[in-house]
Every structure is written in C-alpha cells, then in structure tokens.
C-alpha cells in the first residue's frame, strides 16, 4: 500500500511537471518570470515529496534520501543567496546533505564500512567551508588530509585484520602534516619526512608477520630513496652520487648478510659498490690526466670482478659455480682496460680477442663424452 501511495504521488509530480513544460514551450508561462524566492519554495517542495517517499519505501531505503536532502539543500542555499549571503559557508549545506545518507546506509549496514569514508570526508569539507574565509589554506588542506585518515583507522579498528587501511591511514596524517609544515620547513626535509613516512607502513607489515618479506622491499627502496634529498643538503656533486651509490650497496649488503640464502643480493650489492668506489676515487685523480679513463674503467671492472669472484667461493653451498666466468672475463678486461690508458678501440679491440681465445682453450679443454658401447 505504501509503494502504491509512493507511485501515485510521483506520477502525479510528473504529469504536472510535463504538463508546465508543455506550457513553457507554448508560452502559456515563462519560467524566466518566476522570482527566486518561487524557486525556493518549488525545490522545498520537491524535497518534502522525495522525503515523504523515503517514508513510505521504509527507512532501510536510504538512496532516498540523497535527492530529497539535495534538493532542501538547494533550496536552502538559493535562500541564502537571495538575502545576500555569500560566504563560502554558503556551501556546507550541500554537502551535508551528500554525507548524511552514506551515514544513515551505514546505521542500517553496519558491515557496508565502505560508506563512512565518502560520509565522512563530505562531512569534513562542509565544516572546512565554514572557516574557509578566515583560516589559513595550508591548516584547512592538513585539517582536510587528516580527516580522510580517520575513516581508514576506523576501519582498521573495527577490525584488525584489515591491516592494509593503515598505510592510507598513515600517509594521510603525514600528508596533512607536511600541508602544516610546508611554508616553515626546507623542502628537502619535507621530501624526506615523507617518504619515510611511506616506508614506515611496510616496515610495521614486515615487523608483525616476520614472513612477509616483501615488506620489505617498498620500505628499504622508499627509506633509501627519501635519504637522498637529506643527502643533499650536506653534500652535492659526486659526493652525493658516490653516497647513493654505496647506501643502495649498503641495503643489498644488509639483505645477503641477514639472509644468507639470497645469495644473488651481491651482485647489485657489488655493482652499487663499485660505481661509488669509482665516483669516489675520480673526485681525487686529475682528470686531465691521460691515465684516467683507462684508470677509471679499470677500477669499475676489477670491482665487477671482485664481486664474481666472491660468489665463485660460495660454490660450497650455493649454485654459483657459474660465477668464475663472469669472474675471470672480468678480471682479463680489468687489465686490458688498464693497459689501453683509455683508448676504447684497443680496449674493445683486445676484449673481443681475449674472449675469442678463452672459447677456443675452454673447447678443448672440455672432456669429450664417452662413447656408447
């Protein structure tokens, strides 16, 4: 009985809006002519029916409520106007009236947790509009970031096992606190604070299940790459390149040492290494000197070298018998690089040679295999 009531209602509305735009289009009226203060009372109207259909399709309907709420909210703001208000506060309504349904499906749903979040940041941009005129825009932009946090650590809360909210969570709330610190605060630091504050999530995630190890990989990556604007502001130059260089050494260093299975962590451990090794002995030899290109290469190489080598002595308890290869090839073209005083072509030149001969000596030096009977 209360759907029929509903439909009659909202029939009879329609027929009587075609029917006034029938009379617009004919010029009976002219919808020009209206006054403002007509529309107020029009759109409350409507508001009041579509609030009424609300009540009737029962209160579990929520999705009602958005058009009639929208529509006295409208009606309220075209009041606010026509008597001369225009702060920006004259917006709130609006958006209070988009927050409250998500609210009232959440009262019914308690397991729906997804509607507090749009709920709650329509919410907190409608008190913002309140002191928009007369606070400053960084606290209104933080006040904003830390609101959107609060609902993804409700639903943290709620339950603990939804761990993942509190990384937007967090990034928010640091978010909202460089917005604060923006205009006081050198924007290196900010770069840093920030991106250990998108590390630290990841760390908390492997800090509470030791398993999960990919943790681990987002935190270092960000924690290594948010050093480097603090690096920055200490030194620059090729000492800021060497120190990048061997703090990315560092991390897969710390990887191969705490778990020694990774056996493959000193390969970039040993690349990184090298590169800062070299950027830091070319900041103490002249490079006008004629040695240097060759000397430079030299030194990369021998490094790239060391790092097989190292993983050659592992062959006891690891799958790296390959390594010697690279080892050896690398440990040839370290000398040639040395001996060429950096000319590229007899550097290329002597490498293609020595690889030529190191495959003629290893076919031979194979064991041919035995015959079958």
Do not use: C
Not at 236 to 257: E, K, P, R
Not at 347 to 357: C, E, K, R
């Amino acid at each position: 009985m209360k759907r029929n009531v509903s439909s009659v209602i909202w029939g009879l509305l329609l027929i009587l809006f075609g029917a006034a735009v029938l009379a617009d289009q004919m010029g009976w009226v002219n919808f020009d002519l209206i006054s403002t203060n007509t529309w107020v009372y029009v759109f409350a109207v409507l508001s009041l029916l579509f609030l009424l259909s609300y009540f009737l399709n029962g209160l579990s309907k929520w999705g009602w409520l958005f058009p009639a709420l929208i529509l006295g909210s409208v009606s309220l703001t075209i009041w606010m106007a026509d008597r001369g208000l225009d702060g920006s506060y004259i917006g709130m309504p609006i958006l209070l009236s988009i927050a409250i349904p998500f609210f009232v499906g959440f009262a019914f749903n308690p397991k729906a947790w997804g509607l507090l979040i749009p709920a709650w940041v329509m919410t907190v941009l409608a008190f913002i509009t309140l002191a928009a005129d007369q606070v400053n825009g960084n606290l209104i932009g933080a006040l904003f970031l830390y609101a959107v946090a609060v609902p993804f650590l409700v639903v943290y809360l709620m339950k603990r096992s939804r761990w993942w909210a509190l990384i937007p969570a967090w990034v928010m709330f640091i978010l909202g606190t460089i917005a604060l610190l923006s205009d006081h605060v050198d924007g290196n630091l900010i770069g840093a604070l920030f991106l250990y504050a998108v590390a630290l999530p990841f760390l908390v995630v492997y800090l509470s299940d030791r398993t999960r190890r990919w943790a681990l990989i987002p935190a270092a990556a960000t924690a290594l790459v948010g050093t480097i604007p603090l690096l920055s502001t200490v030194v620059g130059g090729d000492w800021l390149g060497a120190a990048v260089m061997l703090l990315f050494s560092a991390a897969f260093f710390f990887v191969y040492f705490r778990w020694s299975e990774h056996w493959w962590a000193l390969i970039p451990a040993g690349v990184f290494a090298s590169i800062g090794v070299v950027v830091l002995l070319g900041m103490f030899i002249p490079r006008n000197q004629p040695i240097f290109e060759g000397l430079m290469s030299a030194i990369l190489l021998l490094g790239l070298g060391l790092t097989f080598g190292a993983l050659w002595l592992l062959r006891g308890t690891r799958p790296t018998a390959w390594a010697r290869y690279p080892a050896i090839g690398l440990f040839i073209a370290a000398l040639v690089a040395g001996f060429s005083g950096g000319n590229t072509n007899l550097f290329w030149a002597a490498v293609l040679l020595v690889a030529g001969v190191v495959l003629v000596v290893y076919s031979y030096m194979r064991k041919s295999p035995k015959s079958q009977p």
